[in-house]
């Protein structure tokens, strides 16, 4: 019986890669999205066109109030497409990233990495825990940018850091049930992300190259793919760790 995956943030970028990922290997997927219904039908399609079982979801994970009737949402759509009261593993990788020095940051960009990042992905779990089945898999999303400084993401690199924090937590306190939460940190990848801001600005693409042992900077084909082995019976062992994948990043 195929695992099935929850995505948040998987109508585009790497949510999107690492969603259509998880379908190569042969896993279903619930296409998590704040509201771009048909991105996220463009990514349904293309999971059944792999022989794979995938439906859309819309999740704001800044809303928390709203988190209750997603749950419903989700319990309904977990038993008419697959017959099931559970999935097995949540990706949380939907966020945004806010460029602005320390001294021009303002409390709205503040708070808002922090809702979505940090207060988004504690109560998500919270809301979603009784739906995910023992033995499951919870990965978080974090940076780069908590190991390696560079200014202008103070507040996103501290709102990540947090992620990495309650990752330990969910594994300690959830390892009772056989869950185990691990946290992906990517390094600087080409992806719409904060605008674009690797991708589309060549003076930034060639600084992070430089950075970067492997000489480039990542492409959403270099997370995808590890996030889906990651889900794997190969690692149902790794659990608690920050796992970084960026080419070998200032190192």
Known sequence: MAKITLVTGANRGLGRNTALSIA????????AHRGNEAQAQEVVSEIRALGCKAIALQLDVSKIAGFSAVVGLLRAS????????????LINNAGHGEFAMIGETTEAQFDGLFDVH???VFFLVQALLP??????RIVNFSSGLTRVSYAGFSAYAAAKG?????????AKELGARGITVNTVAPGAIETDFGGGLVRD???VNTQFAGMTALGRVGVPDDIGPMVASLLGDDNRWVTAQRIEVSGGQTI
């Open 162 to 170: 947090a992620v990495e924090v309650l990752t330990v937590y969910m």
């Open 118 to 120: 940090v207060k988004g």
């Open 78 to 89: 977990l038993r008419e497409t697959w017959g099931r009261e559970t999935f097995d593993h």
């Open 24 to 31: 190569h290997h042969g896993g279903d997927v619930i296409v």
């Open 131 to 136: 739906l995910i089945a023992d033995g499951g």
């Open 201 to 203: 600005n060549a003076e």
